[in-house]
């Protein structure tokens, strides 16, 4: 099977990279049932690339019916040593607009009915967690951002990703009090991928794009 050193899990809005050359659909079954999608494998500048639509590429899947676990597995079988999540996520302050980007750097888990590791079944461990996202490649990521001539566009380093369990958005009190904990965005993905992606030993950062605010803001 082909191998890809970069994984891009793609949420909603990126169902595919239009630069990817040499582009290879490649289905993979795992222990944990099917991921979300074909994997597209291609290249980027030189280098290979392994691309999943985390919704789906139809958008059929809710985030608590994400197979992250296949998601997951199905990168590392491709050899993926780095991966990169890009996801929409709202805003919890004023000066993380729309249309800002966020590369964060913490995660509060909010969710409630999701399977976020692969131990269990008898096999008992325990992982570190306290810094949930690769500072490299995190500083990376950013690094990227930062070169490319976005004018409207502002690029926060760090800041806190709280991952709620969805489908419905927060409640007024609910967004009131992730901003008294100084969170900075607010999505309903990332978590479980982050934990697999440590547990599997793959290096994993988030580029959280700001498409709203959360209903904490009066407009």
């Known amino acids: 099977m082909a191998e890809a050193a970069i994984g891009i ?4 809005g990126l169902y595919k990279m239009e630069a990817l050359k040499d582009v290879e659909e490649v289905q993979i079954e795992t222990p944990f049932g099917k991921p979300s999608d074909a994997l597209i494998l291609g290249t980027l500048d030189g280098t290979r690339v392994a691309f999943l639509a985390r919704h789906g590429r139809s958008h059929h899947l809710l985030p608590s019916e994400l197979p992250f ?17 890009a996801s929409a996520v709202g805003s919890l302050k004023d000066e993380a607009k729309p249309l800002d980007m ?14 976020s590791t692969f131990f ?12 949930p996202v690769c500072p490299k490649l995190a500083a990376v990521l950013a690094d990227a951002v930062a070169s490319l001539d976005l004018s409207d566009v502002v690029l926060h380093r760090g800041g806190t990703y ?12 609910e967004s ?15 978590l479980p991928e982050a934990k697999l992606a440590r547990e599997a030993e793959i290096a994993y950062a988030t580029l959280a794009l700001v498409t709203d605010y959360d209903c904490w803001h009066p407009d």
């Not at 966020?102 to 399977?115: G, L, S």
């Not at 008992?124 to 306290?130: D, L, N, S, T, Y």
């Open 176 to 190: 009131h009090l992730y901003r008294s904990w100084g969170a900075t965005v607010i999505g309903m993905t990332n």
């Open 69 to 85: 676990r296949a998601n997951v597995y199905a990168m590392k079988s491709l050899g993926v040593k780095y991966l990169i999540s």
């Open 162 to 173: 709280v991952c709620m369990e969805g489908p419905a958005f927060s409640t007024k009190a």
């Open 9 to 12: 899990i793609g949420g909603s």
């Open 120 to 131: 269990g079944d008898g096999i008992v461990a325990h992982i570190a967690f306290g810094d």
């Open 102 to 115: 966020v590369v964060p750097d913490q995660f509060i888990d909010r969710t409630k009915n999701r399977i």
